[in-house]
């Protein structure tokens, strides 16, 4: 099943119930989903979110990105019961959002996430593992073995006001996870890690993925989800933009074509090919850009009448960040800016 | 169950703060205090010690209520903290339940230990028997503090820590003197005298968990006053809560 983006009129079926998860065999379902903020002084409204529609399959890994202020937190935030949707209904395996049942399966790791500094890591993770159901006895055996899986359990009865930012990061995603979620959603988990705190929650994510849950992560860092995710999901100015695999992504984005001649720098590009062709000169060699492969023949030809030497032809997929950069380009400054203001 | 859990957590919050600590210890240096000052109360030692000693677990507890309470769901809003409770299957009204709990439960102790304190001092002169209007006294202060943990709790629930602070200090200012202000009222034009009298009665009656003057006299008071004050306590702690609940179930938290 696709993510799709239903017209608002045909999404209520008659007689169906308005508490009824349209798509029951997803993890996470919204529709219409719409967050306003309004100002308390002069009444105006700006948007967080607008009529979001979009279905996390069970067992996927699903990557959301957006640059900031383009309405990531605040959905994940309706999703975890954190903000009221003005309009619109979401669904978390199969259950309505505002009911705090639909919360049993669910593991949440906040973006820059807070915790009680009286508390130490062993004591933090039995109360987050008791609060999401499970009993002391069991809370406690959890709580040692997450903080040991997490690497902080050489020290468990350390406060976590003595914590660093990355210890603490971990300990979020032990508390996240201590219950054994079927349903994971982390904002920004990579966020403030070093390289070796980022390959930790990688391996973590996969792992939950191979356990049969499902993730939806919020993240900046590009490579993780194109290494990490089965399919991206792309919101801009509170709209969701494009929901694809990485795969499907990179294959419809743009296909550079790169052309390296060695020397090649007195060959000038004719006027044909001036908004097609880029060229750039190095001490040995020129590399010529095409930015599509549709005219490839025709440049080759004439590189060589033109006597280049010709040494590679390289055609150049499209990065995820590259994707992500156009499809912002897309949307109207006016409205990313009026949605950062509101974040 | 998820109420106790967050009740538990506020309590080890509370006590692990040193707001409490620091209180406990100022309550019995205070009532060691007043030992060196009874040789100058011509014959009330025994006297001034209940007296002084019942207003000060009153207004101990009412500083710790201020300092600890005002700013209870105010400052994990702050902290963002919230976000780690609310993100699991708790119900935002259990939530507030528990954390009014937990710091009734941090009050109570205080109220417990300063009075087991000078009910060992009352023995040491002589007047252990007080123990029972002690021990009574202690228990509508802990009901009365329950109220004002009450009215804290929806504040902080509501507003930033200092306004809660202020509002939470108005109501018990505004409860103590209840029976005056109606009274006052009634020199007042008919509406405005109508306006103060709903206030009045909206506010706590807290002198109905008054009992030092007999207290201090060693008397007890009669079981139908501890039972209504009792049910009062419920039903207004109740009310408050229930309350701040319905306006904290649709508070966003950013």
Known sequence: ?343 | MTALLIARNTYREATRDRVLAGMTVTGVVFLLLVQVLTPLALGEGRRLTMDLGLSSISMLGLMVVLLVGTSLVAKEIERRTIFNLLSRPIARPLYLIGKWAGLVGAVWTIAAVLALAQWVVLAVRGSGAWGPALFQATYLAGLELSIVTALAVMFSALSTPVLSALYTLGCYCVGQWCYDLRAFAQNFPPLLRDTVDVFANLAPNLPLFNMRTLAADGLTTSPIHLGIASGYAVLYCGCVLALAAAAFESRDFK
């Open chain 1, 1 to 343: 099943m696709q993510a799709s983006i239903t017209p608002i009129d045909q999404r209520q079926v008659p007689g169906q119930s308005l508490f009824a998860d349209p798509a029951s065999d997803s993890a996470i379902s919204t529709r219409g989903l719409t967050k306003l903020y309004r100002n308390p002084w002069t009444m105006k409204a700006s948007t967080g979110v607008e009529d979001f529609d979009l279905d996390v399959r069970r067992g996927e890994v699903l990557g959301f990105l957006g640059p900031n202020g383009a309405g990531k937190t605040t959905t994940l935030k309706i999703l975890v019961g954190l903000h009221k949707a003005t309009r619109g209904r979401a669904w978390l395996l199969g259950e309505p959002v505002e009911k705090p049942s639909s919360r049993r399966r669910l593991g949440f790791l906040p973006e820059q996430p807070y915790f009680y500094d009286y508390l130490n890591g062993i004591e933090y993770l039995e109360l987050a593992g008791q609060l999401s159901g499970l009993n002391a006895h069991d809370a406690h055996q959890r709580a040692r073995q997450w903080l040991g899986r997490v690497g902080l359990g050489e020290r468990p009865t350390l406060r976590l006001r003595k914590y660093s930012k990355g210890m603490l990061q971990r300990l979020g995603l032990a508390a996240a996870l201590i219950h054994q979620p079927d349903l994971l959603i982390l904002d920004e988990p990579m966020s403030g890690l070093d390289p070796f705190g980022r390959r930790d929650v990688r391996d973590l994510i996969n792992e939950e993925r191979e356990r049969g849950a499902t993730v939806l992560f919020s993240s900046h860092i590009l490579p993780d989800v194109e290494v990490l995710c089965d399919r991206v999901a792309i919101i801009l100015a509170g709209r969701l933009q494009r929901v694809a695999t990485v795969g499907q992504l990179v294959q419809d984005g743009r296909q550079r074509v790169e052309v390296r001649c060695a020397g090649g720098a007195e060959i000038d590009v004719p006027p044909e090919f001036a908004n097609y062709v880029s060229r750039a000169t190095h001490p040995h060699e020129t590399l010529f850009t095409l930015e599509g492969d549709e005219r490839l023949n025709d440049v080759l030809m004439w590189l060589m009448a033109a006597g280049a030497d010709i040494r590679a032809v390289t055609p150049q997929r499209a990065t995820l960040e590259e994707l992500f950069m156009d499809a912002a380009r897309q949307v109207p400054a006016d409205s990313t800016a009026d949605l950062r203001r509101s974040a």
